[in-house]
């Protein structure tokens, strides 16, 4: 399987200009799924609700990811994309896992980080886990990273990729999503942003280092911090599904729920 991550940096605001960056990026890529950054279509920074509704995508009407759905048919790929998601007056920090077929699941971001609060409703999705072509998917958005708990439910639920958008200003992420892969031997591709998001209310540079990482937290490749990268590899989705640590040792099935009950 082909998978890989399209890094760019969103321009805030510019939602057809971000959208035709990505199907110029990707018009000819030869890949099973990629994934692409938070946010990718209208840039992170909001100043509040309103704002973020005014660049918001309605899924049953909008041009942009129809776009999109429209790359996924002729390349006939998936793709798992960030974007502000508008339903009447909520707003959600969204993932679409999109194919040839359209958009197969959405994703609203459970644990919204620092002033997403102020932006966004906090998700109402439960941790799912899609099929495309018989690989099984997990969709996480970055902060929800921080949450060991996202990836082992996903991961528990047979999820041998997780997919992860993300627009980090942190720089602890891309580290901590090595011991993920290591607890729950998953990959994970972490599609992350780069470049700075100047606001009247502050600024914020995201520190791009996409990555993708293999079961046992084998780093496979990361993108430099502050520039455009589409990668794409090969991988064996089935290397995630032995989730023997040692001879003696199961992953899941030696876990001691009665030492941790909260
Ligand atoms: C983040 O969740 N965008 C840091």
Redesign the pocket.
């Known amino acids: 399987m082909k998978v890989g991550f399209y890094q760019f940096r969103p321009i805030f605001g510019k939602t057809d200009q971000n959208c035709q960056k990505i199907v110029n990026a990707l018009e000819n890529v030869d890949a099973d799924l990629i994934v692409l950054p938070?946010l990718a279509l209208s840039g992170?920074y909001f100043k509040d609700k309103q704002e973020t509704l005014k660049y918001a995508e309605d899924p049953e009407n909008s041009s942009r990811l129809d776009a999109l759905c429209n790359l996924a048919y002729k390349r006939n790929l998936h793709l798992v994309i960030g974007f502000a998601e508008k339903q009447n007056d909520h707003c959600y920090?969204s993932a679409a896992l999109i194919g040839p077929n359209g958009i197969e699941h959405l994703y609203r971001?459970v644990?919204?980080?620092?002033e997403?609060k102020f932006c966004f409703d906090p998700g109402d999705t439960p941790f799912v886990v899609n099929d495309i072509n018989g690989v099984k998917i997990g969709i996480m958005?970055?902060?929800?990273w921080v949450f060991p708990e996202v990836t082992r439910v996903l991961a528990m639920q047979g999820a041998q990729i997780i997919c992860q958008p993300?627009?980090?200003?942190?720089t602890f992420?891309q580290q901590t999503m090595l011991a993920r892969c290591i607890e729950n031997r998953v990959f994970a591709i972490t599609a992350n942003r780069y470049g700075t998001d100047k606001r009247p209310q502050g600024s914020l540079k995201f520190t791009g280092k996409s990555q993708i990482v293999a079961p046992g937290g084998t780093l496979l490749h990361r993108a430099a911090s502050q520039r455009d990268a589409l990668y794409i590899t090969e991988i064996n989705p089935d290397d995630a599904d032995n989730k023997m640590i040692t001879e003696h040792n199961h992953l899941f099935n030696d876990r001691r729920r009665e030492f941790y009950p909260l």
């Open positions: 938070e992170y920090n971001k644990h919204l980080f620092n997403e958005i970055c902060f929800d993300s627009n980090l200003v942190l992420c």
